[in-house]
């Protein structure tokens, strides 16, 4: 990455990576980029984040502040291309050549807020994380951008990992309060967050669920393995982001 950003501001080529309220979760606007990144780096082009003022931005930055562009420098450069997760749906994957955390970190709010829901003295501990989809999210059902979104799992598989790794610390971490009590009925030792979960993004959800969404993330990245009950791009990217083990 310092190699490419070294020769950063030589590249005649400019692209703009532009991520609005609405084009998906956490992991969505990171693997996005990351995806795109991989592209300029190959390619000698110089890529910008388009700065949107959203919440995620507050908490999750870049490393490298020359990559960020607002709309008013926007204007003064010409021959960029502009470029929008929509337009990499059917090509996106997750082979980088670098991992997240060369790219991205996250603030102090994000590591004092992690302080405050998940316990000091565990250090070692290895994740679970179950997405149901957005169907099941615990909002205003007006504001869910896509009703019928469902994400299969075993329960079974998922009963099986926990017991299997029983001796272990274990972090489960889900898009459903009310299933993330009921496996925390059933696995008294499951490490669980108390915070009130939202979907980074739908327009209703709060900073204080932005900043807590963002912190389970920010404690995924720091296990020693993510066990990914359900597909789903907050796991995958999380596992991305210090190159821990995923199973899925």
């Known amino acids: ?14 692209m703009i990576y532009i991520f609005k309220l609405g084009d998906g979760g956490i992991g969505d606007c990171i693997k996005f980029f990351m995806f795109v990144l991989e592209s300029c780096m190959k390619n000698n082009i110089r890529l910008y984040y388009n700065k949107n003022n959203l919440e995620i931005e507050k ?15 926007i204007k003064q450069l010409n021959d960029v291309k502009l470029v929008e997760p929509v337009m ?23 590591k004092l807020n992690c302080k405050i ?6 250090t070692s501990y290895i994740s679970i994380h179950l997405r149901l989809g957005d169907k099941y999210l615990e909002t205003d059902s007006r ?58 993004s739908l327009s209703n959800t709060t900073n204080k669920q932005i900043l807590d969404s963002i912190t389970e993330f920010y404690i995924l990245t720091n296990s020693e393995m993510i066990f990914a009950a359900s597909e789903s791009g907050f796991s995958i990217v999380a596992s991305k982001f210090n190159n821990i083990p995923l199973i899925r």
């Open 143 to 200: 504001y869910i951008l896509v009703q019928h979104d469902e994400r299969s799992f075993s329960e079974e598989k998922t009963y099986k990992f926990i017991e299997e790794n029983s001796n272990k610390n274990i972090f489960f971490c889900c898009d459903n309060n009310t299933y993330k009590l009921k496996l925390k009925t059933l696995y008294d030792k499951l490490i669980i967050t108390k915070c009130d979960i939202g979907h980074t």
């Open 1 to 14: 990455m310092e190699s490419y950003i070294d020769k950063y501001d030589s590249f005649d080529k400019k």
């Open 88 to 110: 990499y749906y059917s090509t996106i994957n997750y082979d980088y050549s670098i991992d997240i955390k060369d790219v991205f970190y996250f603030t102090d709010e994000v």
């Open 59 to 73: 908490y999750i930055k870049l490393k490298y502040d020359k990559m960020y562009i607002d709309n008013d420098k």
């Open 117 to 122: 829901l998940f316990p000091e003295d565990i």
